[in-house]
């Protein structure tokens, strides 16, 4: 099957595994315009276009939630134009769909392709100058709210920060949010800045987020993130172990920090994925179950998966932690993996 067809397969299924309301056109529009009608997952030569997911399919679905409650939302995200080599072919191919994609949003659709476009500019000044082999430019994800009369919509743009050098310096220049989120360990190096998101959610309300990578493999780098984050690290982590991972091989987990900033609100999260050859469907059972009150969401996807004569495979977890409200949300997030991919 051709990817965008299994995807919008997957979606109409997962909306309705989810409880949520059946719009089918409406799925298959909004992901066309994400993905401008093609996700290809693999280059001539077979090897994988992709780093958004673990299996090199440039598409990866989630379900969030907190407090023993999920939250009624299709979620996914896309990476378009991999079919181009070129990094400035694929950056305009990801623009075409960023303007595509911010024209259907609820709440001052100028102002947000205009927001989006900067967000752009800033990380990509040159992007003629940018080398083939640096793949990443940007990811574009999708809230889609099928409850309400308007199916709003929510959005998140993702943008590395490796691929031009000085992107941090002008990101916080553009948007200084993002300056009032960071929050990077000095003289270590057991973090670096990794990728940056701007959320723009249904009513319109902005969220900056910057990602930062620990070390991987080193075994000091759990207690590291600790001593820099302070509690809220030291909660999740704990939550972590409490929830069956292995306290000595938290290492061997990939581990990205999130810092952010909604508002005045400050936000704090770690994403783990499986570490070489891991799985992470028993950890996800047992997060979802005590933060989303049941398995019931994280099973929807695998069985919207099963629906198409799909694989699935859980790629990360992400657990946000506040000051006055302790973990406050889960998300899961992972990729239905099918034979054209």
């Known amino acids: 099957m051709e990817p965008a067809a299994a995807a919008g397969d997957f979606l109409v299924a997962a909306a309705d595994m989810l409880g949520l309301e059946r719009r089918p056109e409406s799925i298959r529009a909004i992901l066309d315009r994400v993905c401008g009608g093609q996700l290809s997952g693999r280059a001539a030569d077979g090897f994988p276009t992709s780093t958004l997911s673990v299996t090199g399919i440039p598409f990866e679905a989630s379900v969030t939630g907190g407090h023993g409650r999920v939250t009624p939302a299709l979620r996914y995200v896309v990476e378009t134009g991999t079919r181009h080599a070129d990094f400035e072919l694929r950056l305009g191919a990801q623009l075409a769909a ?5 024209g259907s949003m609820p709440n001052n659709a100028v102002a947000v392709t205009t927001t989006l476009r900067s967000f752009v500019t800033a990380l990509y000044p040159n992007p003629a100058e940018v080398s083939a082999r640096h793949g990443f430019a940007t990811w574009l994800g999708v809230a889609h709210h099928l409850g309400g009369a308007d199916g709003a919509l929510g959005l998140k743009l993702y943008g590395s920060l490796l691929t ?9 220049a553009a948007f200084p949010e993002f300056a009032e989120s960071i929050s990077v360990p000095a003289r270590d190096g057991f973090v670096e800045p990794y990728f940056a998101a701007i959320e723009i959610d249904k009513h319109g309300v902005r969220t900056h987020k910057i990602y930062l990578r620990a070390r991987y493999g ?21 939550e972590v172990v409490r929830c069956g991972a292995d306290a000595a091989t938290l290492h061997q987990f990939p581990i990205v920090i999130c810092c952010g900033r909604r508002g005045d609100v400050p936000i704090f999260a770690l994403h783990l994925g499986p570490h070489r050859g891991g799985d992470l469907t028993a950890l996800v059972h047992e997060l979802a179950a005590r933060h989303h009150g049941s398995t019931r969401a994280v099973d929807a996807l695998t069985s919207a998966a099963a629906s198409i004569g799909a694989g699935w495979r859980y790629s990360v977890v992400g657990l946000s932690c506040s000051a006055g409200d302790g973990i406050d949300k889960l998300n899961v997030y992972g990729t239905p993996i099918w034979n054209a991919a």
């Open 98 to 102: 960023i303007d595509a994609l911010a």
């Open 164 to 172: 031009a050098p000085g992107a941090l310096p002008r990101l916080c």
């Open 218 to 238: 080193d075994i000091a780098t759990p207690m590291k993130v600790v001593s820099h984050f302070g509690n809220p690290a030291w909660e999740v982590l704990s």
